[in-house]
């Protein structure tokens, strides 16, 4: 690819949007609470046109903005990015009644979205998630679903055995399963030993319990908690099938009423439906189910229900609704999966906070038989992993202009200070070994960023290599990152440590993008695979 370098324009938006970051987002990102969905921040970026940005600019534009953002309030950009992988496979594999009422909301800021991929079991391994979607019988059939169906290919009887776990499918590479070498989850937590941690970081809250990918809090894990009695089944189905009679194939169910179906009693609001299905009983498991799976069984012709969890996922539980990756066909490893489009109000679906490292909202859902139907397919049945992988392709690269934005911030902080502190008779920046160090911070940052922009121009302009340099481009922007600001606190000394200083902020949010969206290993693996794949094409090519 040529080089390149950004237009005038570009650099006085980028300008913009960092005085925009400045002085009206970091105040309210200020005033959010640790953990939780900031609401008025979501609100802002929507007002000033940030959120519809995100459905009509390229892939440039995209890290042109979370990289300005991340600069000046990470915050806001953590905002605006979750709202984007949330809502991108509504927007570009959606149907027209699935757009039209979901993303004006996103746009505006009166919706949250979430990306529901990750699993306890199935993190960087995506192809292993194994959410059920098992048939529905009881499913009412809506005008037009047998259409729809009939032009996805969708097939039940392919699906009539997903209920059963698929143990030999879980423990094969992802790279046998469907071209991808190690499918990332945008929320991923490693299940390998050597990327453990969650998708922020993490600690073990009071209780942990140790897991395969890492340790998450005992009081948090939806299987213990986030389970709807199995009492209550018949009342959140009669609401169920009450809201589609009232709502039709694209209505769910208000929050009030969900709640009251899913309890038994009157509406006590959608934070309060949520907190009592946390205390349900669980629900006893199938047999040969995996714990913690997540599945899609068939629901009638045209109709599964989802039962299993999801974690690590950004937003959860407060957001609006979540694109779920569920599986349809057992045994068919990433072939077997299907997007779903499932609102926070469906009976069933419950969902519990996780204390991260990086006090973003994060966390757990549990699905207990939530009823799906054709009609909140997203993309075509089975074929929910490209649904996945297109949206990552896009936001891998925005990854890591994340990171340059946060390393761009610790080696601005960095002049600033070296330029400021005196020692050993002079000014910090007179030492080479300091100077060294600093240049070297602003050699890596900006070698980061070129990477980010040639990704992304690759995106726009559909290169056939967009998988490697995507890959390349996280990769090394967010390694350097990682160095850039564990200098910067090398050089600033204790004061870098004190709570509430930029840098131990910066600190804490750096760690977790090597993790989420594809771990630094899986990224390695696929730019291999990427290498010796081209290199196969050329060898046959030459041959034939």
């Known amino acids: 690819m040529t080089a390149f370098s950004l237009e005038p324009a570009q650099l006085t938006w980028c300008e913009e949007l960092r005085a925009l970051a400045a002085e009206r987002l970091r105040p309210l990102a200020e005033k959010g609470e640790p953990g939780r969905v900031n609401r008025a921040l979501v609100a802002e970026l929507g007002s000033l046109g940030l959120l519809t940005r995100l459905f009509t600019s390229g892939a440039l534009d995209l890290c042109l903005m979370r990289e300005s953002l991340a600069r000046a309030c990470t915050e806001a950009e953590t905002a605006l990015a979750l709202q984007g992988l949330g809502a991108h496979p509504v927007h570009a594999h959606g149907t027209e009644a699935q757009r ?44 037009g679903r047998a259409d729809r169906a009939a032009e996805t290919g969708a097939d039940d009887g392919r699906r009539s055995g997903a209920h059963q776990s698929t143990a030999g499918d879980t423990a094969r590479p992802a790279a ?8 990332p989850s945008a929320d991923a937590a490693p299940g390998a030993a050597a990327q453990a941690g969650p998708r922020h970081g993490g ?35 009669a609401g169920w099938s009450a809201a589609r009679q009232a709502h039709g194939p694209q209505g769910a169910a208000p929050r009030a009423g969900a709640a009251a ?24 498991r199938a047999p040969g189910v995996a714990p913690d799976a997540l599945a ?30 569920a599986r349809t066909t057992p045994g068919a490893g990433a072939r077997g999966v299907t997007a779903f489009l499932v609102p926070a109000d469906r009976p069933g679906l419950t969902g519990t906070p996780l204390d991260m490292l990086s006090p973003h909202p994060i966390g757990a859902l549990a699905f207990d038989a939530v009823p799906v139907t054709a009609d909140d397919v997203l993309g075509e049945p089975d074929r929910g992993f490209r649904v996945a992988m297109d949206t990552l392709n896009l936001f891998r690269p925005s990854v890591g202009a994340f990171a340059v934005g946060m390393a761009q911030a610790a080696l601005d902080a960095t002049l600033a200070h070296t330029t400021a502190r005196e020692a050993f008779g002079g000014r910090l920046r007179d030492l080479q070994t300091v100077s060294h160090q600093v240049a070297e911070m602003a050699l890596r940052t900006e070698a980061a960023r070129l990477m980010v922009y040639a990704a992304a121009t690759a995106y726009d302009a559909g290169a056939p290599d967009v998988p490697k340099r995507a890959a390349m481009a996280k990769l090394l922007a967010t390694e350097t990152a990682q160095y850039v600001v564990d200098q910067a606190v090398q050089l600033h000394g204790a004061r870098a440590l004190r709570r509430g200083h930029l840098l131990e902020h910066l600190y804490r949010e750096v760690r977790a993008p090597r993790i989420y969206e594809g771990a630094s290993e899986v990224q390695r693996g696929i730019v291999a695979k990427e290498l010796y794949r081209t290199l196969d094409m050329t060898t046959e090519e030459a041959g034939s």
């Open 296 to 325: 899609a069984a068939p629901d009638g012709t045209s109709g599964w229900r989802l039962t299993g969890e999801k974690c690590w996922i950004s937003n959860a539980p407060e957001a609006d609704f979540y694109t779920v990756f």
């Open 176 to 183: 046998d399963r469907d071209g991808e070498a190690g499918p």
């Open 261 to 284: 179906a899913r309890h038994g009693g009157p509406s006590v609001g959608a934070a309060g439906a949520r907190d009592a299905g946390r205390l349900g009983a669980e629900r006893p």
């Open 203 to 237: 600690r073990p809250a009071d209780g942990g319990a140790a897991t395969d990918d890492g340790v998450r809090s005992a009081a948090a894990r939806p299987g213990d908690r986030g389970r709807a009695c199995a009492g209550r089944t018949g009342a959140r189905d």
């Open 100 to 143: 039209a009422r979901w993303l004006p909301r996103v746009s505006d800021g009166t919706a949250v979205a979430a990306f529901a991929l990750s699993e306890p079991d199935a993190g960087s391994d995506a192809a292993a998630l194994s959410l059920r979607a098992a048939p529905d019988a009881s499913a009412a059939p809506d005008d």
